[in-house]
């Protein structure tokens, strides 16, 4: 692991959402829309974080909570902040706030081929339960499917 940063977690807002667009843009061949994180932020069954390093976004995530589930729905760290705790800490934030709100079980899905992604889930407590044929696009690609009780 690469040094780690001094960053701070807190609440996705307005002034977050062109910096976020960026790393979304960067890392995903099917990026969400500004409305999407828009949406996002308002509805009361979502979770949208950021990662801050001073004024600079490092990372997002959004998780959605249903009933006594959380699902991370999006997570992604630019470029020069990956491996070094960014991505773990929106984590274990989100966790956080799915058990403070009743939440009893987390479920995501990731690249087959995105082991960094993988080993942080793994490091989490998450463990694979299945496989969902084609669920990317852009490229094709199978889902790991992972769940982690709270």
Same mark, same amino acid.
């Given at each position: 692991?690469?040094?780690?940063?001094?960053?701070?977690?807190?609440?996705?807002?307005?002034?977050?959402?062109?910096r976020?667009?960026?790393?979304?843009?960067?890392c995903?061949?099917?990026?969400?829309?500004?409305?999407?994180?828009?949406?996002?932020?308002?509805?009361?069954s979502?979770?949208?974080?950021?990662?801050?390093?001073?004024?600079?976004?490092?990372?997002?995530?959004?998780?959605?909570?249903?009933?006594d589930?959380v699902h991370?729905a999006?997570?992604?760290?630019?470029?020069g902040?990956r491996?070094?705790?960014?991505?773990?800490?929106?984590?274990?934030?989100?966790?956080?706030?799915?058990?403070?709100?009743?939440?009893?079980?987390?479920?995501?899905e990731?690249?087959?081929?995105?082991l960094?992604?993988r !080993?942080? @889930? *793994?490091?989490?407590?998450?463990h &694979? =339960?299945?496989?969902? /044929? !084609?669920? @990317? *696009?852009?490229?094709?690609?199978? &889902? =790991?499917?992972?769940? /982690?009780?709270?």
């Amino acid at each position: 692991m690469t040094e780690a940063i001094p960053f701070v977690i807190g609440k996705m807002d307005r002034s977050h959402v062109p910096r976020v667009l960026e790393i979304e843009r960067a890392c995903y061949p099917a990026p969400w829309s500004e409305s999407a994180f828009h949406h996002e932020m308002t509805s009361g069954s979502s979770v949208a974080l950021v990662a801050l390093d001073g004024e600079s976004v490092a990372g997002f995530l959004v998780g959605w909570i249903a009933a006594d589930q959380v699902h991370v729905a999006n997570i992604a760290v630019a470029a020069g902040y990956r491996r070094r705790g960014v991505g773990t800490g929106m984590m274990l934030r989100l966790l956080e706030e799915a058990v403070r709100r009743g939440c009893v079980s987390s479920s995501l899905e990731v690249r087959e081929s995105n082991l960094a992604a993988r !080993s942080m @889930y *793994s490091r989490l407590g998450y463990h &694979a =339960v299945a496989l969902r /044929k !084609s669920y @990317y *696009s852009s490229p094709a690609e199978d &889902a =790991v499917v992972m769940v /982690k009780d709270l």
